[in-house]
C-alpha cells in the first residue's frame, strides 16, 4: 500500500520570504498524481497544486511551485512571497492512475505559521 | 472546480444520538466520498457513494455506523449514528473532477460529540 510522509509537524516562515515543505511517498507504481492541498482555519480543503508523475516538469500555480524527484519519491512544496493568508495546514497526497478517490493518500500533513 | 455545501457546518450533540450531514454540489458529479478528520489528524476516507448503488465503506467503517445515501447525481448525506465521543471529527465531503484527476472538498462538519 502507498503511504505519505511530512516529516515536519510544523514550520514557519517570515512574511515575504520563501518556504519549502517535504514531502515523501512510498509506491511501486509507475503512474499516479501528487497533490498539495491547504487547510486553514475555515476547515475547508482546497487543492494548491498537482503534479502528473509522467510529466519530468515541476507544476507552478502562481506563488506555488514543487520539486517532483520521481526516482526520490519525493514531492515537496515550495512558497514564495509568503503571505499572511498562506497560514494553514498543508497535506501531501498520492492518487493512484485509475479509479478515483478511494486511491487518495494523504500525508499527516504541516502546519505552517506566517510571521508578520 | 464545483460548489460544495455542506450542512451543517458545526453542531454538538449528545452522545447516543444521530446526526445527519448534507452534502449538494452545483453540478452532477459520479462519484462522491466522505472523510473523517479527527483533531489534529488527517484525512481518512469513510466511503465512496455512487448514484444508483450501495455506498463503498472503507476498512473500519460500516453501514449500521455510518449509513450513506446518494439520491441524485448532486446530492449526498452521510448520518452518523449512535454517536460517542470518538466520533467527534471534521467531516467532509468530496466530489471527484474527472478533467483534473483529482478531488474537491466542501467546508466541512465540525461535529462535538458531549
Known amino acids: 500500500a502507498q503511504t505519505v510522509t511530512q516529516s515536519q509537524p510544523e514550520m514557519s516562515v517570515q512574511e515575504a520570504e520563501t518556504v519549502t515543505l517535504s514531502c515523501t511517498y512510498d509506491t511501486s507504481e509507475s503512474d499516479y498524481y501528487l497533490f498539495w492541498y491547504k487547510q486553514p482555519p475555515s476547515r475547508q480543503m482546497i487543492l494548491v497544486i498537482r503534479?502528473?508523475?509522467?510529466?519530468?516538469q515541476n507544476a507552478t500555480e502562481n506563488r506555488f511551485s514543487v520539486n517532483f524527484q520521481k526516482a526520490a519519491k519525493s514531492f515537496s512544496l515550495k512558497i514564495s512571497d509568503s503571505q499572511l493568508g498562506d497560514a494553514a495546514m498543508y497535506f501531501c497526497?498520492?492518487?493512484?492512475?485509475?479509479?478515483?478517490?478511494?486511491?487518495?493518500?494523504f500525508g499527516p500533513g504541516t502546519r505552517l505559521s506566517v510571521l508578520p | 472546480s464545483a460548489v460544495i455545501s455542506q450542512k451543517p457546518s458545526r453542531d454538538i450533540c449528545q452522545r447516543g444520538t444521530s446526526l445527519t450531514i448534507q452534502c449538494q454540489v452545483d453540478s452532477q458529479v459520479t462519484m462522491m466520498f466522505w472523510y473523517r478528520q479527527q483533531p489534529g489528524q488527517s484525512l481518512t476516507l469513510i466511503a465512496t457513494?455512487?448514484?444508483?448503488?450501495?455506498?463503498?465503506?472503507e476498512s473500519g467503517f460500516v453501514i449500521d455506523k455510518f449509513p450513506i445515501s446518494r439520491p441524485n447525481l448532486t446530492f449526498s448525506t452521510l448520518t452518523v449514528s449512535n454517536m460517542s465521543p470518538e466520533d467527534s471529527s471534521i467531516y467532509l465531503c468530496?466530489?471527484?473532477?474527472?478533467?483534473?484527476?483529482?478531488?474537491?472538498f466542501g467546508e466541512g462538519s465540525w461535529l462535538t460529540v458531549v
Open positions: 468530496s466530489v471527484e473532477d474527472p478533467y483534473r484527476d483529482t478531488i474537491y
Open positions: 457513494a455512487n448514484q444508483g448503488s450501495e455506498a463503498t465503506y
Open positions: 497526497a498520492y492518487r493512484s492512475s485509475g479509479n478515483y478517490g478511494q486511491n487518495f493518500v
Open positions: 503534479q502528473e508523475a509522467y510529466k519530468q
